[in-house]
Nanobody
Framework: QEQLVESGGGSVQPGGSLRLSCVAS????????MGWHRQAPGKHRELVAT???????NYRESVKGRFTISRDYANKTVYLQMNSLKPEDTAVYSC?????????WGQGTQVTVSP
């Protein structure tokens, strides 16, 4: 069964860093656009970053220069390196694989940024 499992969330102070990981099972990363999304309490889910094709990346404006998405084909893992974290980055972060006809989601990992 296809599966995405995230890890790496936690609590950090403003200015800190975290690296999220998303391990894919039975999903060929090379044929999917991989993305990280987040949802804060009381807010809609929003797209944070995507990586597709020959390492084409896109980021929402508020995380540009602070977050980096990457993927390791050998380990079937997608990463989200988050630096200079801010309280407004607090949310549940979920990994997503989007193909032509199928889409998969992970269960999410909590990121909390507070003094």
């Amino acid at each position: 069964q296809e599966q995405l499992v995230e890890s790496g969330g936690g609590s950090v102070q403003p200015g800190g860093s975290l690296r999220l990981s998303c391990v894919a099972s039975k999903i060929d990363l090379s044929t999917y656009t991989m993305g990280w999304h987040r949802q804060a309490p009381g807010k809609h889910r929003e797209l944070v970053a995507t990586i597709t094709g020959p390492e084409i990346t896109n980021y929402r404006e508020s995380v540009k220069g602070r977050f980096t998405i990457s993927r390791d084909y050998a380990n079937k893992t997608v990463y989200l390196q988050m630096n200079s974290l801010k309280p407004e980055d607090t949310a549940v972060y979920s990994c997503n694989a989007r193909g032509r006809t199928r889409e998969y989601w992970g269960q999410g990992t909590q990121v909390t940024v507070s003094p």
